[in-house]
T-cell receptor, first 116, second 110 residues
Framework: EPEVTQTPSHQVTQMGQEVILRCVPI?????FYWYRQILGQKVEFLVS????????KSEIFDDQFSVERPDGSNFTLKIRSTKLEDSAMYFC??????????????FGPGTRLLVL | SQQGEEDPQALSIQEGENATMNCSYK?????LQWYRQNSGRGLVHLIL?????REKHSGRLRVTLDTSKKSSSLLITASRAADTASYFC??????????FGTGTRLKVLA
């Protein structure tokens, strides 16, 4: 069964450093998302992406964040200058096949980011 | 309460019993999804129910949706120890972003 994959599974970085989290969505999906979950808290929407542009973003997704689909398979989240409060599990998700009827969002296993 | 609030926050039952979790939301939705998360792991999709559906089944799972009350319930029948996890509802708010609730932590005792 197709699945969303994410790399790395864990990332430790120093405050102020840039990190890039990578995702490979399900191949025939058209919509891509990033969510985050701070330890012990609820899953929070960050951004949705369709047709090579951001569809929606939350107030969390400020100028320090950016997303990109650099090629036909990868979808990345970049945090330019990490803060301690960026420590969280980051989930990528994808939805909608070419027929446009699959609304289910399928999530990847997540990248646990720790900012020191 | 916020969009997608589950109750109870925690539930502990014996193996073989049924577990019921509830979710309430505030705004109109196109659909509602239930996810499971094992501790520290990814989100596994369980069921999507559309706003024009009232009930949906998948194996031992039964989901109901009452749009007039803006609520949904997830029933797990004949629970197993492997069902121990956190369960979240997520609502779409009419857009493609999903708002997750705080989750119900289910513990099934063997």
């Amino acid at each position: 069964e197709p699945e969303v994959t994410q790399t790395p599974s864990h990332q430790v970085t120093q405050m102020g450093q840039e990190v890039i989290l990578r995702c490979v969505p399900i191949s025939n999906h058209l919509y891509f998302y990033w969510y985050r979950q701070i330890l012990g808290q609820k899953v929070e929407f960050l951004v949705s992406f369709y047709n090579n542009e951001i569809s929606e973003k939350s107030e969390i997704f400020d100028d320090q964040f950016s997303v990109e689909r650099p090629d036909g398979s990868n979808f990345t989240l970049k945090i330019r200058s990490t803060k301690l409060e960026d420590s969280a599990m980051y989930f990528c998700a994808s939805s909608f096949d070419l027929a446009g009827v699959e609304e289910t969002q399928y999530f990847g296993p997540g990248t646990r980011l720790l900012v020191l | 309460s916020q969009q997608g609030e589950e109750d109870p926050q925690a539930l502990s039952i014996q193996e073989g019993e049924n577990a019921t979790m509830n979710c309430s939301y505030k705004t109109s939705i196109n659909n509602l999804q239930w996810y499971r998360q094992n501790s520290g792991r990814g989100l596994v999709h369980l069921i999507l129910i559309r706003s024009n559906e009232r009930e949906k089944h998948s194996g031992r799972l039964r989901v109901t949706l009452d749009t007039s009350k803006k609520s949904s319930s997830l029933l797990i029948t004949a629970s197993r120890a492997a069902d121990t996890a956190s369960y979240f509802c997520a609502t779409d708010e009419g857009t493609y972003k999903y708002i997750f609730g705080t989750g119900t932590r289910l513990k099934v005792l063997a």
